[in-house]
């Protein structure tokens, strides 16, 4: 993150860098090079003793506390170091799985509190490291600025959802309607808010560390928010586009870290026809007014419903069978899958690579023998991203009930125009009988 200045030679007293004198120019009459030096003297001083830092001067963050249980501690004190942490992991692993399955029964609304829980967790473990780095320094706002930008950018993502999905519910709510139409206006001033804050708070001689502060907490909430609302988005497609891209990167790092022999035979594709099955799973979520609450309830498309399928020709040979039935979605998990398993785990390595540039092992001890929760989301978030890209680009089509929504807010005058328009192009299709004038 810090810079060297190299120009040529070696630094004079001063700390400036001098070029190596030219060809033709005497040794004693360097009245420009001593000009030059000068200048870059001045540029040193201005900016501080910032540029002056090797990379081995940045404060070294503390070890993580260990927060394994008492109980598991004393259970496992027979045993070497890594065997200890390989059960700790285990027992860790299948609760943290167990809790996700309790969540996924309780509904489509408990999923996205889990969602909004992870990301401000994994925003707070990337902004504490920039913190614990730079504590020195003793920038002013640098965590409460922080945490203003992240609550004005969920504030944004959020107020839009709320206006694409709950259009019916904030008909109903005055102060609803004016926060929803101004919505984006409020936003932007919000961040603008916090914009001029973070320009009242530059000290002399940290300009260029706060700038790179400001760009570490954009970054982090591009990382965080911005994939955990594309998430969210995917969650109101259908539950089985959240669960399966999701046990796509958890079964591919389970298998690259300790059951390899016998996971790597599960086939993912299996559990895409199970749940397939299922409304709970397939339909889209949606808000009820009448009854105050998310549902999960209608006729599965034809992506849900089983197709035949007619083999090659040489498969028809080894497998004696003509036709095979499938549901169309089992075939695009199998793009899922391929991703989570060949690109998903470069966002693990991009995270590596990170904890490697600030010498730390974990972003955090929240979860003991796994780290923090970016250490186990690093791949999520990539994953997150192509699922949303590769429903609107290949799955998502009209959906009747938002463009319901839309219209119920619209005002009478134009939800009559917008009927009489659509009984004359029913007409003109044959689907509707024209009217016989008495």
């Known amino acids: 993150m810090l810079e060297l200045r190299h120009r040529g030679s070696c630094p004079g007293p001063g700390g400036a860098v001098a070029p190596p004198p030219r060809e ?41 506390l260990d927060r394994t249980p008492e109980i598991l501690k004393k259970a496992l004190s027979g045993l070497s170091s890594r065997w200890k942490n390989w059960w700790i992991r285990g027992i860790l692993t299948l609760t943290m799985i167990s809790m996700f399955f309790l969540i996924i029964y309780m509904g489509s609304f408990m999923l996205m509190l889990l969602v909004l829980g992870i990301q401000v967790k994994c925003f707070h473990e990337i902004i504490t490291i920039g913190y614990r780095v730079y504590h020195s320094y003793d920038l002013p706002w640098f965590r409460t600025l922080s945490w203003y930008f992240l609550l004005c950018v969920n504030y944004f993502f959020y107020g839009e959802t709320v206006a694409d999905y709950f259009a019916t519910f904030v008909q109903r709510e005055e102060q609803l309607q004016f926060l929803i139409r101004y919505h984006r206006f409020i936003s932007f001033a919000l961040y603008l808010a916090g914009f001029c804050m973070f320009v009242l708070s530059l000290v002399k001689k940290h300009y260029r560390l706060q700038f790179y502060m400001f760009a570490w907490t954009h970054v982090t909430l591009l990382i965080t928010v911005t994939q955990s609302h594309l998430v969210i988005q995917n969650l109101f497609e259908g539950m089985i586009w959240f669960l399966v891209p999701i046990s796509s990167v958890i079964c ?30 397939v339909c889209p979520v949606e808000y009820r007014s009448d009854i105050n609450s998310f549902v999960t309830e209608c006729e599965p498309t034809e992506l849900f419903q089983l197709q035949s399928y007619s083999l090659p020709p040489f498969l028809q040979a080894v497998l004696r069978q003509e036709t095979v039935s499938l549901y169309p979605f089992q ?16 966002g693990g390595f991009f995270a590596s690579g990170f904890k490697r540039a600030f010498k730390i092992k974990d972003f955090a001890n929240t979860i003991p023998g796994h780290g923090g929760i970016m250490d186990r989301f690093d791949c999520q978030y990539l994953m997150a991203t192509f699922v949303h890209v590769y429903i609107t680009s290949f799955i998502r089509g009209p959906n009747p009930s938002k463009v319901l929504q839309q219209l119920l807010v619209l005002q009478p005058e134009q939800q009559l125009n917008i009927y009489k328009t659509l009984k004359t192009h029913l007409i003109e299709k044959g689907i509707l009988q024209p009217t016989l004038k008495v």
Do not use: C, M, W
């Open 24 to 64: 033709g120019e005497a040794a004693g009459g360097d009245h420009e090079t001593e000009s030059t030096s000068d200048k870059e003297t001045d540029i040193d001083d201005r900016f501080g003793d910032l540029d002056s830092r090797a990379d081995s001067d940045i404060p070294e963050i503390p070890p993580s």
């Open 252 to 281: 591919n790092d389970i298998t690259a870290y300790l059951f390899g022999f016998f996971f790597g035979r599960t086939p993912l594709i299996k559990a895409a026809y199970v749940l397939s099955k299922y409304q709970y799973f």
């Open 331 to 346: 075939i695009h998990s199998i793009a899922l899958s391929t991703f989570a398993s060949l690109i998903g785990p470069f």
